[in-house]
Every structure is written in structure tokens, then in C-alpha cells.
């Protein structure tokens, strides 16, 4: 991936914790890139859990949800250095000990294009060793070992997953839907299918260009293809019809529907 720039403060807000700040110079134009995902529309974790306290990394655009009892701050280590000169914030700003598990330090980056990620370390001071992984704007972390994440980077729209613990790190529980929420015109005539898949059986009903449409669903499940992500999706018209459309993504990341595009590298 390309990187960019130098960068600038690495800072995170938290309900109980102290502030820090860092001066560096930046190229600006980067950091106009970075409020991209704080911008960007999504349901708020912390309304799901408000048991957990919360930090924002504002530099890195993502959101930590905690159990403040298996908590610590950590320490900066060494690496976080190569991510600013490469021009991309990072910080890892706790350490996380949840339901027997040994300490891990939690590490997250803006990415170098509005992509934000986190990361859990067994070692500090080794980056790439992760036990846990994943994009997104917003990561809660309960005491009982499971993570919920969401935010659209990465993706496609605002993905929320659930990981879980299994022998030695965290793997993501299964969904055969995911929730979408996104609403916008057609940009192109889109026919309304029975199931998901680009061969299945019509509707009888094709939207036409402009038609503005609510998106409910995506089936999870990969395609047939070579597709990183499933194009198939529920669509729900203004009169309240529902039906598939195999939306697939063109190589500029956007879809048939406004508003539904794949955001990152």
C-alpha cells in the first residue's frame, strides 16, 4: 500500500484517562483525509454497551470501547515511530486482560487512506505477530473475550462483526446476513431478484435509474467468484416491495446505489 506525508499529533481522549500530545509536522491535505471515517454515518457502539468506558483516538478516527477493570495504559513502543514517519497515525495506548486471557496490547492506525484498523499484540514491540486484527472505525471489548466491531473501512458500508477466542487467537463468528442501512438513488436500472445470485429468479420488477432505495441487507456469504465480498443485497423500494439485486463493485469502489461504495486502499 502506498503510504503518505509525515504526520502530525498522536493523541486519544478517554473518559478516565489523561491526554497526551505529540507535535509533529504535517502535509495538510492529509489531514483533511483522516476525518474522512469520523464523518462517515454509522450506529454508535457505545449505545450498545455502556458498561464499557470509552477512548477516542481522534487522530487514528476510531472509537475503543473497554472494561476499565481489565484495563492498563501502556507504554508507546518503539515501531509506533515508523508508522508516523510513513505518514499514518498509530498508537497503542492499552493493554487489555480479558476472561483468563494473558495481557495484549491493543494497537490501532488511521491507515494510509482513511482506512482505520486495530490489533491486538501478545508482544509490544512486535507489530505484525496479531492475535486479532480487523478494519473499522469502532471496536468494543467485553470482559467475557469477545469483540464487536463496526465501521465502514474496508468495506463496503458500515459492517458490523463479532469475534471470538478459539485456541490461540480471535476468529470471526460466522453471519449468513449482515445489516446494511444505506439509503440512495439508483444510479442505473437494477432488477429485483426472488434469491440472492446473479442467475436467480426475477421478481418482475425492474427499479428504474433515480428509484431511491433502502439497502437492509447483505448475504454474507462469499461468491462463486473470485469477490472478497458478497454483491447481493436486499433492497427495500418506497412502496414497501422487497427483493435481491446483485450489486457488484466497479473498480472505482462505488455500486448502483448512492451511498453504498467500498471505502479504502
Known amino acids: 500500500m502506498n503510504l503518505i506525508g509525515p504526520v502530525t499529533a498522536r493523541r486519544y481522549d478517554d473518559d478516565h484517562m ?10 495538510p491535505g492529509f489531514a483533511l483525509t483522516l476525518l474522512l471515517p469520523l464523518t462517515a454515518g454509522g450506529a454508535d457502539l457505545s449505545a450498545a454497551f455502556p458498561q464499557l ?5 481522534r487522530n487514528e478516527g476510531v472509537t475503543v470501547l473497554y472494561p476499565r477493570e481489565h484495563a492498563g495504559k501502556a507504554p508507546p513502543p518503539a515501531w509506533l515511530r515508523d508508522y508516523e514517519e510513513a505518514g499514518v497515525y498509530a498508537s497503542a495506548p492499552l493493554t487489555l486482560t480479558l476472561d483468563g486471557l494473558p495481557p495484549l496490547t491493543l494497537a490501532c492506525d488511521s491507515g494510509p487512506s482513511a482506512d482505520p484498523s486495530c490489533r491486538l499484540l501478545r508482544d509490544a514491540e512486535k507489530p505484525d505477530e496479531t492475535v486479532f486484527e ?8 467485553l470482559p467475557d473475550a469477545r469483540i464487536v466491531v463496526g465501521g465502514h473501512s474496508d468495506t463496503y458500508y458500515d459492517e458490523r462483526r ?5 485456541k490461540d487467537r ?8 449482515r445489516h446494511v442501512g444505506v439509503s440512495g438513488a439508483l444510479k442505473q436500472a437494477v432488477i429485483l431478484r426472488r434469491a440472492p445470485g446473479a442467475k436467480a429468479a426475477e421478481l418482475g420488477l425492474t427499479l428504474a435509474a433515480g428509484t431511491r432505495v433502502t439497502v437492509l441487507l447483505n448475504d454474507a ?5 473470485n469477490e472478497e465480498f458478497s454483491p447481493d443485497y436486499l433492497l ?7 427483493g435481491w439485486a446483485h450489486l457488484p463493485g466497479n473498480p472505482d469502489g462505488t455500486t448502483a ?6 471505502r479504502g486502499d
Do not use: C, H, N, S
Open 18 to 27: 489523561p491526554q497526551e500530545d505529540t507535535t509533529m509536522k504535517f502535509r
Open 53 to 57: 468506558a470509552k477512548m477516542q483516538l
Open 134 to 141: 480487523a478494519p473499522g472505525t469502532q471496536f468494543a471489548f
Open 162 to 166: 463479532t469475534y471470538q477466542w478459539k
Open 170 to 177: 480471535f476468529v470471526e463468528v460466522a453471519q449468513p446476513l
Open 221 to 225: 456469504r462469499k461468491g462463486t467468484g
Open 236 to 242: 427495500l423500494t418506497p412502496e414497501g416491495i422487497v
Open 257 to 262: 446505489v448512492e451511498g453504498l461504495y467500498y
